[in-house]
């Protein structure tokens, strides 16, 4: 079985925009269309069996309806981290609706305009926690090279600190290209890395040693698709002189212990 934990789609009334700003902010050339269809197929292709689909809202006004979409397409196939930003008034009530039809929330503290351990976002983290909702940040540096770097592993562990029960997955292995930090603070501690743009950007045995350095049930397998061609991390991953038992976690056995039954 395998769980990508990391994936993004758009309506496809809006996939070809979508397109066109990300392949140019991050002067990448996308590997597909970034709409369901297009998922499902390479989903196909690789023998991936369920992917989460994690949604960004860059302005307050735009959560409703993002949730509304992505509760939509939710299935036994497709699973949802909702969106949510810092600045929607109604957040509590719209905690309720992602905790009845979501997985989770995903945060991205570049796009959002706020730092992961700012007080504001406090009440925010201790509703999802008394919630039981998971929350997957965006780690590290962006791939435009432009943009601060809102969401450290040494303001990432002072979340965790702070928020000791609440489910937090870092996404891009707590930090793209923050590798030595999240070595020193992160490594170890007791919450979950995704591998999206993990894979392919550490020489083989340091990612190994790595994965084997952090806990190994809180490490998942995830791609950032349509970014990158899940054939490729998928490869990297079964390169890699770690144990059968230690990729099946990352492939799906620790995802399936976040992720909703229903």
Not at 117 to 143: N, Q, S, T, W
Not at 223 to 246: G, K, W
Request: charged share 25%; glycine share 6%; hydrophobic share 45%.
């Amino acid at each position: 079985m395998i769980i990508d934990f990391h994936t993004h789609a758009w309506p496809d009334k809006i996939a070809q925009k979508a397109r066109e700003h990300l392949e140019g902010m991050f002067r990448v050339k996308l590997v597909g269309e970034p709409t369901v269809d297009t998922l499902l197929r390479s989903m196909d292709r690789n023998r991936i069996d369920i992917s989460v689909i994690c949604a960004v809202a860059t302005r307050p006004e735009q959560v409703a309806s993002i949730n509304d979409w992505l509760f939509g397409v939710r299935s036994d196939r497709l699973r949802a981290f909702a969106a949510l930003h810092p600045d929607f008034a109604g957040w509590p009530q719209e905690l309720q609706r992602i905790q009845q039809q979501a997985d989770g929330v995903k945060f991205q503290p570049e796009f959002q305009n706020f730092y992961v351990d700012e007080e504001r976002m406090f009440p925010i983290y201790e509703a999802m926690e008394d919630l039981g909702i998971p929350v997957l940040f965006h780690c590290g540096k962006e791939l435009s090279g432009t943009m601060l770097v809102r969401s450290s592993p040494v303001r990432l562990k002072k979340v965790k600190k702070a928020f000791p029960k609440l489910t937090i997955i870092a996404g891009h292995f707590g930090g793209f290209e923050l590798w030595p930090e999240v070595d020193e603070h992160l490594l170890g501690e007791d919450l979950y890395f995704d591998t999206a743009f993990f894979f392919g950007h550490l020489p083989q045995q340091e990612a190994a040693r790595m994965l084997k350095a952090h806990p190994a049930k809180r490490l998942l397998f995830g791609t950032d698709f349509p970014l990158i061609d899940p054939r490729q991390d998928l490869e990297h991953l079964n390169a890699l002189p770690i144990s059968d038992d230690l990729k099946e976690r990352i492939l799906f056995r620790n995802a399936l212990q976040i992720l909703k039954k229903s």
